[in-house]
C-alpha cells in the first residue's frame, strides 16, 4: 500500500512537471508567434512608404580657375525596404538648361555600377545612393533634375514559410517612382577665392 502511495505520488509529480513544461511551450510559442506576426507586419508596412530622393547639397560653385578633378553631389534614397531593391534602384538625372549634358541625360539602370556621358557620370553607392560626378569647360548657371524608380522586391534572406506570410500581407509587388529633386551648379572663373569642396553625405 505504501509503494502503491509513493508510486501515486511520484505520477502525480510527474504529471505536474509535464503540465508546467507545456504551459510554457505554448506561453513561448504565443510570444513566438506575437513577435513574428509584429515584425511581418513591419516589413508589410515599409512597402507602403513612397520613395523618396534627397540631395543634401543642392547648390554648388564649380571654380574654372583651378585645376579641379571635378564636383561631386550625393543622391540619398528612402522609402526601400530589401537588400534587393537597394542594388536595383534606377537613378535618371536630366539638364533643364542644357547643362553640358547631351541627350537625355544619364541613366543608371539595374545591374550598372556607373554610367558615363561625356564630362558626366553616375556611380551607385551603397544602401540605394548614388553619386552624380561632373566637370565643366564654360561658365554658366546649371541646374538638374533628378529622379528614381525601382521594382519592389521581397527580402530573400526570410525562410520561405515567412516570406510566404509576408507576400499574403503585401501583395502584388509594384515598380514606384521617386519625387524629382533639382539641384544647382554656378561654374565661374574666380581667381584667387578658393572653391567650397563638395559635402560627401551618405
Known sequence: ???SMIYFVLYLLLITELMIVISER?????KDKQIRTKMLNDIAGSYKQPLRLNIPNKKSDYNLSTTQSGIAIAINSTGLVSDEEKSAIEFSVKPVNGGGLDGDGLLLTAGMDSVENGNFKIVRGAEGSAVFFAKFSSAGEFSYRVSASVQRKFPTYLPSYLLDELKALVGNLEVVT??????FVSAKSTTGVQRKEAVFEF
Open 26 to 30: 505554448d506561453e513561448l510559442e504565443a
Open 1 to 3: 500500500m505504501k509503494k
Open 178 to 183: 521617386s519625387n524629382t529633386e533639382e539641384f
